[in-house]
């Protein structure tokens, strides 16, 4: 199928997007396109106009300062697999990013694109749950900065206006030698995830673990964030066991059904991914001690 017919504009500056974005009607922006441009062909979007973010300066780069990073809202997800700085400061997110798609589809596919479309099996929106990312967005206002605890507002929804533009995401980094973790059930890989679970640990000295994120994925239209077992690990000797005991209710979430996967069966992907998620972080953590 070929897409419906619509204005194309090609922008170059920040400042030009916000203004096309603020003055067209019905107006969609395009960064790698490897889920509007389906989209458009199929026809679930009908935007009149097209706003191609490819030439938009400033818009793509990994930066660091201190434990802040900030990924351009434009960068590959490529580029963010082959980080050495991601490697070093969040090595969850290229460790989530083998999981997505495909070699040609991550050449072209943006993290802005991908929390925008906001699927809710994506694998970023999964990590930039667990690693509590904030969204800066730019629109006619000004900036404004969303954390990402509010930025899925429901199923495939971000909290971005109509007028507004991801700019760019911010993390904090956990300390050098946390362990991270991702597990996730897809019937093939490079298909979305059924469910995922992204697990992050930070070991005290004595070996215990003194902090804990754990977030699943693709269960409900939003990110699960599983606080009551983060609270949980807090203070405990990490094992199998402990994380099979504390993953069990998981089991008993709220949980989506649709017309190829039953509730039940991603119910019971639940406690799995996240313990499996879990035990990869505690081997890190724990190499990284020894
Ligand atoms: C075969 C195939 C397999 C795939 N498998 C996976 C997978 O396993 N996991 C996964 O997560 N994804 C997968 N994807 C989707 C892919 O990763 C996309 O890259 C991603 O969903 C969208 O990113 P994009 O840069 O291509 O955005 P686009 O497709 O260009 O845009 C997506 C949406 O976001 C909006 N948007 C884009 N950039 C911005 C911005 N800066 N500010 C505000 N709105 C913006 C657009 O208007 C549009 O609504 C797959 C795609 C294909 C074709």
Same mark, same amino acid.
């Given at each position: 199928?070929?897409?419906?017919?619509?204005?194309?504009?090609?922008?170059?500056?920040?400042?030009? %997007?916000?203004?096309?974005?603020? %003055?067209?009607?019905?107006?969609?922006?395009?960064?790698?396109?490897?889920?509007?441009?389906?989209?458009?062909?199929?026809?679930?979007?009908?935007?009149?106009?097209?706003?191609?973010?490819?030439? /938009?300066? +400033?818009?793509?780069?990994?930066?660091?300062?201190?434990?802040?990073?900030?990924?351009?809202?434009?960068?590959?997800?490529? *580029?963010?697999?082959? #980080?050495?700085?991601?490697?070093?400061?969040?090595?969850?997110?290229? !460790? !989530?990013?083998?999981?997505?798609?495909?070699?040609?589809?991550?050449?072209?596919?943006?993290?802005?694109?991908?929390?925008?479309?906001?699927?809710? #099996?994506?694998?970023?929106?999964?990590?930039?749950?667990?690693?509590?990312?904030?969204? %800066?967005? =730019?629109?006619?206002?000004?900036?404004?900065?969303?954390?990402? #605890?509010?930025?899925?507002?429901?199923?495939?929804?971000?909290?971005?206006?109509?007028?507004?533009? /991801?700019?760019?995401?911010?993390?904090?980094?956990?300390?050098?030698?946390?362990?991270?973790?991702?597990?996730?059930?897809?019937?093939?890989?490079?298909?979305?995830?059924?469910? #995922?679970?992204?697990?992050?640990?930070?070991?005290?000295?004595? +070996?215990?673990?003194?902090?804990?994120?754990? /977030?699943?994925?693709?269960?409900?239209?939003?990110?699960?964030?599983?606080?009551?077992?983060?609270?949980?690990?807090?203070?405990?000797?990490?094992?199998?066991?402990?994380?099979?005991?504390?993953?069990?209710?998981?089991?008993?979430?709220?949980?989506?059904? *649709?017309?190829?996967?039953? =509730?039940?069966?991603?119910?019971?992907? =639940?406690?799995?991914?996240?313990?499996?998620?879990?035990?990869?972080?505690?081997?890190? !953590?724990?190499?990284?001690?020894?």
């Amino acid at each position: 199928m070929k897409p419906p017919p619509f204005r194309y504009h090609d922008p170059r500056t920040l400042a030009e %997007t916000v203004t096309l974005l603020g %003055t067209l009607e019905n107006a969609k922006l395009l960064a790698g396109g490897q889920s509007l441009m389906p989209m458009l062909n199929m026809r679930f979007v009908l935007p009149d106009h097209l706003i191609d973010l490819n030439k /938009v300066a +400033g818009l793509a780069h990994v930066e660091a300062e201190g434990r802040t990073v900030r990924i351009g809202a434009m960068t590959r997800q490529r *580029d963010l697999e082959r #980080s050495a700085l991601l490697a070093a400061k969040l090595p969850i997110i290229p !460790a !989530a990013l083998a999981h997505v798609g495909h070699l040609q589809t991550r050449n072209r596919g943006t993290i802005g694109g991908s929390l925008s479309h906001l699927d809710p #099996s994506a694998e970023l929106v999964t990590v930039c749950a667990a690693l509590d990312a904030t969204v %800066t967005v =730019a629109g006619p206002g000004g900036t404004r900065a969303i954390p990402f #605890s509010e930025f899925p507002l429901g199923y495939m929804t971000p909290a971005t206006g109509l007028d507004e533009i /991801v700019t760019e995401i911010v993390f904090e980094a956990w300390p050098a030698g946390h362990g991270f973790g991702f597990a996730e059930y897809a019937r093939r890989h490079g298909d979305f995830a059924i469910v #995922s679970a992204a697990a992050l640990l930070a070991f005290r000295d004595d +070996g215990r673990i003194g902090r804990a994120a754990l /977030v699943l994925g693709g269960l409900e239209p939003v990110p699960t964030r599983l606080s009551a077992i983060e609270a949980a690990l807090a203070g405990e000797t990490p094992s199998e066991e402990l994380f099979a005991e504390l993953c069990r209710p998981c089991a008993e979430l709220e949980a989506m059904g *649709d017309a190829l996967v039953p =509730a039940s069966y991603r119910r019971h992907l =639940a406690p799995v991914m996240a313990r499996r998620a879990l035990a990869r972080a505690a081997g890190i !953590a724990a190499a990284a001690i020894h």
